[in-house]
């Protein structure tokens, strides 16, 4: 049985920050680990809608619950219970390249792998389903009851089963997705605990994640952080109400393009099927977006505002993964073609930025200590632009080959339809939270 969790509070922002399971929300942390306690089902007698497992807070919990209720508009349904615990940090590492739908190749064509170690960071608090709160014991950065209230606003959103919160921790959803819906599920509790700091602990730094420095190293943890800083803007900026927060959580923004630039239409247009042959057989895909290419091409050295400019564009994308290829092909489709252009030019600079030689036909860039070598072919046709990237020179040859004899006008598997499936709840979260 999956374990379902919903917020993972952490406390910097150093290195990766993934999800326990692949159906995990949270916090970005400061440490490339996030993985929360081990889930109990110890019960204890409830104090009122609080279950005590153990955990012995220096505070009023019950009262701290109730002032949440009356700023979120929700009142609990059944029993929360509460558990504290040591969460230890892990020391520098090595982070996994991967994260949401990136895998290792995928992070290769972004620009982003890497084998550099970061400095850990330490958990603050995670909610799971049930639901069931574990809090860390002797939490340094923000008053535990900030935390906690935090914490509780996801227990709440877990009880009223909104749409946003079962998407999020379903552990399918595409990067793209998964850094919308999870915004606006952390959005909310942030804006919970903002207004619950202002009220009763003021003194306390503001339980916002601001998105800070966007490096390689730490790439994973950006991602992490981009979801919560934007979500936390999506929700200020859009509803002053917990009605209008409800609404929010109901039919959350399907991509980041939508999450960045509130009431835009993010309908997506339809990209051509992938190639395929019988050496080159697709696995898996999945969609970046223009968050996560803002963000790939800001830990490749492009200053924030010209990253934003060049992936302002975005209407949709597709990365495709392959079985035995140590390459993937990426499909991006723009708002016009000087949005492709501008998009085309920006990550030619990129990979030039890092060196990049002409090798018949290919853009190869040279390994470094912490990076490896790679090549890559940029093909534009219109308003589409397709890299084909990969560790495999051959690979990535026959994949540019294969796709420049295909157009977008001869097949459509990826359109609109396929980020509009609420009923399948699809998704997958991270950790993060106040």
């Known amino acids: 049985m999956r374990m379902r969790v ?22 970005p942390t400061a440490d490339g680990d996030t993985s929360p306690p081990t889930e109990t089902t110890t019960d204890a007698a409830p104090d009122g809608p609080l279950a005590y497992d153990g955990a012995t807070l220096p505070y009023d919990g019950p009262r701290v619950l109730d002032r949440v209720e009356r700023r979120r508009g929700l009142n609990a349904t059944g029993p929360i219970h509460v558990r504290e615990a040591t969460i230890p940090p892990t020391g520098e590492r090595d982070v996994p390249d991967r994260l949401f739908g990136i ?21 603050l608090g995670v909610t799971y389903a049930g639901p069931r709160i574990v809090l860390r014991e002797n939490v340094a950065r923000y008053p535990q009851e900030l935390v906690f209230a935090h914490e509780l606003t996801h227990a709440l959103q877990y009880q009223y089963g909104f749409t946003a919160v079962r998407i999020a921790t379903s552990g399918l959803l595409d990067t793209d997705r998964a850094l919308a819906v999870r915004g606006v599920v952390e959005g909310d509790a942030q804006v919970t605990a903002l207004r619950y700091r202002n009220r009763y602990l003021s003194n306390a730094p503001r339980p916002v994640i601001d998105l800070g420095a966007v490096t ?6 950006a991602l992490s952080t981009a979801y919560y800083h934007y979500g936390y803007e999506y929700v200020r900026t859009t509803t002053d109400t917990p009605a209008g927060r409800n609404a929010v959580l109901r039919a959350p ?16 247009p339809a990209l051509a099927d992938p190639p395929r042959t019988s050496g080159l057989t697709p696995v898996r895909y999945d969609t970046v977006g223009e968050l996560g290419i803002r963000l790939a091409l800001r830990a490749n050295g492009r200053a924030k505002s010209a990253a934003a400019r060049a992936a302002f564009g975005w209407r949709n994308d597709r990365m495709t993964y392959y079985a035995d290829a140590d390459a993937v092909h990426w499909r991006t489709a723009w708002q016009n073609e000087s949005e492709a252009a501008a998009f085309a030019a920006a990550w030619r600079g990129l990979l030039d930025a890092r060196n990049a030689t002409e090798r018949g036909g290919l853009l190869a ?26 560790t495999n020179e051959s690979a990535v040859r026959s994949l540019a080959q ?10 459509s598997s990826t359109s609109s339809s396929e980020t509009s499936d609420s009923a399948s709840f699809s998704a997958s979260v991270t950790a993060r939270s106040p």
């Not at 919903?6 to 916090?27: H, R």
């Open 103 to 123: 895998e290792p190749m995928g992070a290769v064509a972004l620009g982003l792998k890497t084998n550099a170690t970061v400095a850990s960071g330490s958990v």
């Open 365 to 390: 860039v040279p390994a470094t200590d912490t990076t490896p070598r790679f090549y890559t072919a940029i093909h534009t046709t219109d308003d589409r632009v397709t890299v084909v990237s990969g």
């Open 6 to 27: 919903l917020a993972v509070t952490a406390l910097l922002v150093l290195a990766g920050c993934t999800a326990p399971t692949t159906d995990t929300t949270g916090t």
């Open 253 to 268: 923004p399907n991509t980041t393009r939508a999450l960045l630039h509130p009431g835009v239409n993010d309908t997506k």
């Open 402 to 411: 294969e796709s420049s004899s295909r157009s977008d006008s001869s097949s």
């Open 216 to 221: 390689r190293e730490r790439w994973q943890v």
